[in-house]
């Protein structure tokens, strides 16, 4: 029997790419990814809510955000396509964690965020919407820390 892993997303960068180069030469780009969406609710009242994905890229793709021939930044519209993945890591207190991420195959910018601010990648910037309340990203396991990826 078949089965199929894809993942196709619409939604805006949370925070600028970050570049992690490792020692062999690899390069990892993580990103979080904000979704919407709008709802009434029984009252009528208009309710909105953003769930927030990280990304993961690998190998070329990687290689080109990293070397700036694509210029990503927070609060751009992204179309995101790629594969689900679950991986565990242990934290600094030995505590067995779980973190689901989008590993990335294609990326495409939509539509640049509003001119407000620059980035550190050169693009100008709009604030993302904030996680929601509860929301707490999971670190990785090859740093080790507190980070959201």
Do not use: C
Not at 17 to 26: A, C, H, K, L, Y
Not at 78 to 98: A, H, P
């Amino acid at each position: 029997m078949a089965s199929l892993n894809k993942v196709i997303l619409i939604g805006r960068l949370g925070k600028d790419p970050e570049v992690t180069t490792f020692d062999n030469g690899n390069r990892k780009i993580s990103a979080t990814l904000a979704t919407s969406e709008r709802y009434r609710d029984r009252d009528n009242n208009w309710v909105e809510q953003t769930d927030w994905h990280n990304i993961v890229v690998w190998g070329n793709l990687a290689n080109d955000i990293a070397e700036g021939r694509r210029n990503y930044a927070k609060g751009d519209l992204m179309y995101i396509e790629g594969k689900l993945k679950t991986r565990q890591y242990t934290d600094q207190q030995g505590i067995v964690r779980y973190v689901t991420e989008v590993n990335a195959e294609k990326m495409m910018q939509l539509a640049p965020a509003r001119p407000t601010q620059q980035s550190s990648f050169g693009q100008p910037y709009a604030p993302a919407p904030e996680p929601a309340p509860g929301y707490t990203p999971s670190p990785t396991q090859d740093e080790g820390n507190d980070l959201p990826f």
